[in-house]
């Protein structure tokens, strides 16, 4: 599964898995409000173990296992994102998501009897560092997204999408550099955590 191969999500191991995410996200999404509006640390380290603190969320959050999302530090996550993480996923630091933000690594074979014995694949999807990815913005299996850049809301990204650009639409396509913006600016580093 973590290879990109074809796999059964029915295996014993996996199905436990994702069981233990859902009780994990059950307790996390269903917690008193709290003044920050974040969850409980601890059960999102445990749901998230691979995340970097400070890591703001905002429940309802959805995911398929938790350990396979790879998060720097102070991501921003909104209301009712879901990330399906039967491949890794990795988020660079200082990225935001609005509201109802999906990522897929989760895909199916084109062969309808290949679909019909349960088997599946997942591609990793990376996001860099900077980034702010629209409300309701959709990212497909295997995507890359470059530093600095931003996804309008509602976008479906099929593509790899370059360093320091503004992308939107169905599929979505780059419709600004922001490369002379930032640099203007002051482009903040990439740091690696």
């Given at each position: 599964?973590?290879?990109?191969?074809?796999?059964?999500?029915?295996?014993?191991?996996?199905?436990?898995?994702?069981?233990?995410?859902?009780?994990?996200?059950?307790?996390?999404?269903?917690?008193?409000?709290?003044?920050?509006?974040?969850?409980?640390?601890?059960?999102?380290?445990?749901?998230?173990?691979?995340?970097?603190?400070?890591?703001?969320?905002?429940?309802?959050?959805?995911?398929?296992?938790?350990?396979?999302?790879?998060?720097?530090?102070?991501?921003?996550?909104?209301?009712?994102?879901?990330?399906?993480?039967?491949?890794?996923?990795?988020?660079g630091p200082h990225?935001?998501?609005?509201?109802?933000?999906?990522?897929?690594?989760?895909?199916?074979?084109?062969?309808?009897?290949?679909?019909?014995?349960?088997?599946?694949?997942?591609?990793?999807?990376?996001?860099?560092?900077?980034?702010?990815?629209?409300?309701?913005?959709?990212?497909?299996?295997?995507?890359?997204?470059?530093?600095?850049?931003?996804?309008?809301?509602?976008?479906?990204?099929?593509?790899?999408?370059?360093?320091?650009?503004?992308?939107?639409?169905?599929?979505?396509?780059?419709?600004?550099?922001?490369?002379?913006?930032?640099e203007q600016n002051?482009?903040?580093?990439?740091?690696?955590?």
């Amino acid at each position: 599964m973590l290879r990109g191969d074809v796999y059964l999500a029915s295996d014993a191991t996996l199905t436990a898995e994702r069981k233990r995410a859902r009780e994990l996200l059950h307790r996390i999404n269903n917690q008193p409000p709290r003044e920050c509006s974040c969850p409980d640390e601890v059960l999102v380290h445990e749901l998230l173990p691979n995340a970097t603190p400070p890591l703001w969320l905002r429940p309802p959050f959805y995911c398929d296992y938790g350990y396979n999302l790879h998060i720097g530090k102070d991501v921003f996550i909104n209301f009712n994102c879901v990330f399906l993480d039967c491949a890794p996923i990795t988020i660079g630091p200082h990225t935001q998501f609005g509201p109802n933000g999906q990522i897929y690594t989760a895909s199916h074979p084109l062969s309808a009897a290949r679909r019909r014995d349960a088997h599946e694949l997942a591609l990793a999807i990376s996001i860099g560092a900077d980034c702010w990815i629209g409300g309701s913005a959709v990212l497909c299996p295997g995507v890359t997204i470059g530093n600095r850049c931003v996804i309008g809301a509602g976008a479906v990204v099929t593509k790899d999408i370059p360093d320091d650009s503004v992308a939107v639409g169905n599929p979505a396509r780059v419709i600004r550099d922001l490369t002379a913006l930032n640099e203007q600016n002051g482009r903040p580093k990439v740091d690696a955590s």
